[in-house]
DNA sequence: ATGTTAGTGTGTCATATTGACGCAATGATA
DNA sequence: TATCATTGCGTCAATATGACACACTAACAT
């Protein structure tokens, strides 16, 4: 019997044409003044804007670094995450050149590590706005939220990761339930309508979407109504987490 | 003005700690006898069954890495592939202790690759069952279909592996088009629904399963008819290949 | 205090979609 | 030529959807 010393042998493992750099970015979205933001950060010495990222410890699974890397940004535990998509084409991690000169001068011994291609995890994270308290981290002096139209370059190919977790969000609207964890415990149907609306990027029917919300069952409708605001004070509403969980797991269904 | 010496000097970056190791698993699908199938390799030494997969080599993209371990596996070139999640847990590659053995045995200095964490991106992919010529690989010594209840124990994760695709594959007939990758040229409606029952794992009532097809305006009736069963000759169908692009698209609606 | 205004709660109605089923036609087989 | 399972094509009630009407109310200006 062949042992697998034999079968291996002639496997080239050790020429290290298959170590790859892992690292993970995040788009974080959040809810306010009824508008999506991004939790962004701004890089030290590029001032360039970024996701917050991360790299992979060796004992650490995608999530746990996502969530070690997302506590560090936000100081919140137990963000709701997803992976979407892993970005690798080769000349992700290429530099515009007058970024590169900057990089690669000063005798740096880190560019080499720095100009490598990164294999990076895309993960889109939601969170309650009012709760992140945005921190920057060792490579970044700013951390802040920013709505998607004051987003203009982003450094690499995280625009296109950025767009793309868009998208992926947009579809996720069809068939799960989504709201709980970035509105607070108690919020109006105008404002969970707004929700939806902004990341669809369209306009819904309120009393059509109002219905549908309902039909789901993932809604508890409070007696308190929300006053201050210039005109009839709306009902306030809380997820049925029981419900809403079971919606998570089970798909919703219909279309916006 | 700090320079990027400053800004990384205290970051660790040569520890190794961040260096992972990267692989790729592919889920293929065929159907054939009106029946799922999946393309798995056994392993040479172990005899352990297994996803086909492998590594990614510093100049590819996942996807042009997945489209060459696939192309080795069945001959074919531009299949469908899609990217459905990453396989990260740190005790993924953890052997049975059986195999372990096996494996540390005979002084074999290829053992510690073996046992490392691999960071493993799942692809699924949808091919022609009768174009595809299953070929072992440098670890494998066979390669062949195997129905879904035909599986039984997987190497490593592979088992989780196979059944999230699975899942995905049919989250997504909800919304886009199935069938083009799967299916020959010409093909009949009992034939298209018969795919899409075994995906689903459920029956579909026939009729209704008919019209909802015919109105996503995916597929060209044609006036051929498939004789040689032993009733009543159904017509034959192909797909219209530019609204079936744009279904891909634009995305279908309604659920099954 | 009163009217104005804009946002809210609730309901209606025509139309489209869905699920469940009927029935005649057909092609190999007995 | 009868049988049988399967196919093509259709019906109908129930449900879901999209578009819209109308009354209500909290703050604000007068």
Redesign the interface.
Known sequence: M????T??Q??D?HTH??????SLDCVVFGFHDNQLKVLLIRM??TKEWALPGG?????????VAANRVLKDRTGLDNIFLK?F??F???QRSDRNPAVKD??D???????E??NQ?F?S?GFYALVDFSKAEPTPD??SDLCAWKTLDEINTLILDHSQILNKALETLR?QL??QPLGYNLLADKFTMPELQKLYETILGKELDRRNFQRKMLSYGILNKLQERKTGGAHKAPYLYEFNLENYQKALQN?L???W
Chains 1, 2 share one sequence.
């Open positions: 062949q042992n697998i010393r079968v291996t002639n496997f493992f044409q298959f170590l790859n750099h892992i030290k010495y790299f992979v410890k060796e004992d650490e699974s995608l999530e992976q998509k892993v690798s084409e080769p900057l990089i001068s000063g005798s740096n011994p880190d560019h590590w720095f291609r294999i995890i060792f490579f579809l069809n068939y798909g269904f219909g279309g």
